[in-house]
Nanobody
């Protein structure tokens, strides 16, 4: 059965760090582009970072470049989002998405994920 499950969300102080995890079941990382997205109530979902099926290509939203890092563990079939230097504007529900045969740019810019997780809440506040 196909599942994407996000974990690791919570409360972090401004300037702090948090690592989000996306566990994939029924999907092979070697065939799927994976992305992290976020959404604030009343706003559209936006792409945060995406990693290609080979792991060799990544993209980041301008707002998180230099602070967030996407990575993956093929053996564990997991994808991570390391969030450093967190800002209050990073507060959102974070989702992971997966898509086969989709470029990182289409995934992150057009949100062309075929499968979605249910999200994990991240709050950046003092």
């Amino acid at each position: 059965q196909l599942h994407l499950v996000e974990s690791g969300g919570g409360l972090v102080q401004p300037g702090g760090s948090l690592r989000l995890s996306c566990t994939l079941s029924g999907l092979n990382l070697n065939y799927n582009t994976i992305g992290w997205f976020r959404q604030v109530p009343g706003k559209e979902r936006e792409g945060v970072s995406c990693i290609s099926s080979s792991g060799s290509s990544t993209v980041y939203a301008d707002s998180v470049k230099g602070r967030f890092t996407i990575s993956r563990d093929v053996a564990k079939n997991m994808v991570y989002l390391q969030m450093n230097s967190a800002k209050p504007e990073d507060t959102a529900v974070y989702y992971c998405g997966a898509g086969e045969g989709i470029s990182v740019h289409r995934m992150c810019n057009l949100l062309h994920a075929q499968y979605w997780g249910q999200g994990t809440q991240v709050n950046v506040s003092s």
